[in-house]
């Protein structure tokens, strides 16, 4: 049995930390939207349950991505196994990776997504979308937001979602400077800093908006409480911003712990003017647009 799905890329125009847990883990609240950038996920179950169990080999066209056991892909796996007693021996996932590595979009979390999905279907486990996210927020506060269809509000760590009618239409422009950025390291960094308090506009979960107009109401609310940290160490990030705001870019920010900057355009031309003026070898330019 074979199936085949992908897996979108997101961005976050809204990222605000609200606060600490006493776990460690960090409460959110987050303006997702899907792109249209995504990566492949083949997923193959063959064969009979064997004397060693179930299998789980993971296979990728990127050389950067780890193809063992610390692997979302491989951990969703895992995860769905445990719901079900089917007879099977190995199960087959290759990826086919067209997303930038540690790079703030949410890869790894959209493959993870896919795979539950995947594996629900040819397992014909009837897993509930709910169900499906209380396994993938275990994997990480991205996985709920990519089993759901649309822009979402993300809140808490990942699992409390408000999907939202299509946002306006928006024309991105992505650049990865070729760096990566790990995302342990941004929320220890942002815990370290004392300047950043968190503000009354940060807890305010209210104040943001359920619909937009147009991207420049969307504009508005863009902000990301983690690019500080980020840029603080890489300020070239703050340089991109403003190359693509100067080519026209309705607005510019860091998407997730970075180092992704993205320039949203209001239409295609002025997106692919500024394609043709920033794409430089050093860094991944790609044009795509919101699902």
């Known amino acids: 049995m ?67 056991e610390t692997n979302l892909c491989y951990k969703a796996a895992k995860a769905i196994l445990n719901e079900t007693s089917a007879d099977l021996n190995t199960i087959n996932i290759h990826i086919t990776k067209r997303i930038p590595v540690a790079a703030g979009l949410g890869g790894g979390s959209s493959d993870a997504a896919a795979t539950l999905k995947g594996l629900n279907e040819l397992l014909e486990l009837s897993l509930s979308r709910a169900s499906l996210a209380s396994l993938g927020v275990k994997l990480g506060a991205d996985v709920p937001f990519f089993l759901c269809d649309g822009p979402a509000v993300c809140e808490g760590i990942g699992g409390k979602i408000a999907t939202l009618d299509k946002l306006p239409n928006m024309w991105i422009l992505l650049i990865n400077p070729g760096f990566p950025v790990s995302t342990k390291w941004v929320y220890e960094e942002f815990d370290k800093m ?15 908006p359920r619909f937009f107009k147009g991207l420049e109401e969307v504009a508005k609310v863009v902000h990301n409480d983690l690019e500080m940290v980020t840029a603080s160490k890489y300020p070239e990030i703050k340089r991109i911003e403003k190359m693509l705001m100067d080519s026209g870019a309705v607005a510019s920010w860091m998407s997730g712990s970075g180092p992704t900057v993205v320039g949203m355009f209001n239409c295609e031309k002025t997106r692919d003017d500024a394609f043709e003026k920033l794409n430089r070898p050093e860094w991944r330019v790609i044009k795509t647009a919101n699902c």
Do not use: F, W
């Not at 809204?14 to 997923?43: A, T």
């Not at 004392?194 to 943001?208: I, K």
């Open 2 to 68: 074979q199936l085949k799905l992908k897996a979108p890329t997101k961005i976050n125009l809204v990222l605000r930390v609200l606060g600490r847990r006493s776990n460690g883990y960090h409460d959110l609240l987050m303006l997702n939207e899907k792109l249209n950038l995504c990566d492949e996920i083949e997923i193959e179950v063959r064969g009979q349950k064997s004397e060693v169990g179930h299998q789980v080999v993971v296979t990728c066209d990127d050389p950067n991505v780890p193809c063992d």
């Open 194 to 208: 004392a300047s950043l308090q968190l503000t009354q506009a940060s807890r305010n979960v209210n104040g943001l």
